[in-house]
């Protein structure tokens, strides 16, 4: 079993910054690909970004490229989602995940964290 728990969401301006955290525990395996998912009230569970285990391929869906950064550190375990020109339409709850190879599809994803929420007020 892997377990994630992300941390650093809240309340920003548009326009602002936030740095999100996903810190993994358990059978942790570095070569894991992480990814980042957001849910918004009303709407399906959407692909944001996501990093290999190595940390060198990293992918992101359009609404996000250019805003939004991710990063990992296999030595902590630890996954980052730094998010940039935040929009109103940035806000849900934010969630990271792991499985074996990159996927976009929520659905393929093993584990998963609980989710911290980001508000973007206009």
């Known amino acids: 079993q892997v377990q994630l728990v992300e941390s650093g969401g809240g309340l920003v301006q548009a326009g602002g910054s936030l740095r999100l955290s996903c810190a993994a525990s358990?059978?942790?395996?570095?070569?894991?690909?992480m990814g980042w998912f957001r849910q918004a009230p009303g709407k399906e569970r959407e692909f944001v970004t996501g990093i290999s285990g190595s940390g060198g391929r990293s992918y992101f869906a359009d609404s996000v490229k250019g805003r939004f950064t991710i990063s990992r550190d296999n030595a902590k375990n630890t996954v980052y989602l730094q998010m940039n020109s935040l929009k109103p339409e940035d806000t849900a709850v934010y969630y990271c995940a792991a499985r074996p190879y990159y996927s976009s599809s929520y659905i393929q994803y093993d584990y998963w964290g609980q989710g911290t929420r980001v508000t973007v007020s206009s």
């Open positions: 358990g059978r942790t395996q570095s070569n894991n690909f």
